[in-house]
């Protein structure tokens, strides 16, 4: 069965260091990988997608997302956070041999420190 | 374009009650999708409609939980009758294709008491 999994609940950086949030997923097939992004009391905003071509996906708020198939990765990044990216995100997963499901991990919270 | 448009955005009910929300998706976006995020939890994919066709709704308890979709168009979930542990928030999600990124609603923020 597919799976997503976020290791860590909480990361924390400085205003103006690189972020990263990382990802990895399993399925069967080849994945098709999202992520999202949800501020409080609000539905989650799409930030990229990978379905296939080129690793590296830039997005929504100068978000990019490297997918590393060795690895079954798929890791959120920035080169220089903004204390406006606090937020919640989510990696999501949909295997592209199976039924149109998307399941999506637990959920990484940003914190950028000023 | 007009988001996903969800109502109502809060809601208090006693156990055993029942309740409702509702979904009205970008319009001609076929496929529907009703998730449940409990607090601190990701979104888990209650069920799943294309046009007025049910595509997978393996994770709704069926016991109390349903959906409609009528027309094709604009959703209904119930719950009758409600447990504690459905306090959470229902978010609705459309997309126009299997490659296209969900396109959410605001949720309803159920409590249940």
């Known amino acids: 069965a597919q799976s997503v999994a976020q290791p860590e609940d909480q990361v924390n950086v400085a205003e103006g260091n690189p972020l990263t949030v990382k990802c990895t997923y399993s399925v069967s097939g080849n994945p098709y990988l999202f992520w999202y992004v949800q501020y409080p009391n609000r539905g989650l905003q799409f930030l990229l997608k990978?379905?296939?071509?080129?690793?590296l996906v830039k997005g929504s708020y100068g978000f990019e997302a490297e997918f590393n198939k060795s690895q079954t990765s798929f890791h959120l990044k920035k080169p220089s956070a903004l204390v406006s990216d606090s937020a919640l995100y989510f990696c999501a997963v949909r295997d592209n041999r199976k039924d149109d499901k998307i399941i999506f991990g637990k959920g990484t919270r940003l914190h950028i420190l000023p | 374009e007009a988001g996903v448009a969800q109502s109502p955005r809060y809601k208090i009910i006693e156990k055993r009650q029942s309740v409702a929300f509702w979904c009205n998706p970008i319009?001609?976006?076929?496929?529907l999708y009703w998730y449940q995020q409990i607090l601190g939890q990701g979104p888990k994919l209650l069920i799943q409609?294309?046009?007025?066709?049910?595509?997978?709704d393996s994770q709704l308890p069926k016991d109390r939980f349903s959906a409609e979709r009528l027309k094709g168009v604009d959703s209904t979930l119930k719950i009758q009758p409600a447990k504690l542990e459905d306090s959470a928030v229902y978010l609705c999600?459309?997309?126009?294709?299997?490659?296209?990124?969900?396109?959410f609603g605001n949720g309803t923020r159920l409590t249940v008491t």
């Open positions: 999600a459309s997309s126009s294709n299997r490659d296209s990124p969900l396109h």
């Open positions: 409609f294309q046009n007025n066709g049910v595509v997978d």
């Open positions: 990978y379905i296939t071509g080129d690793n």
């Open positions: 319009s001609g976006h076929a496929t």
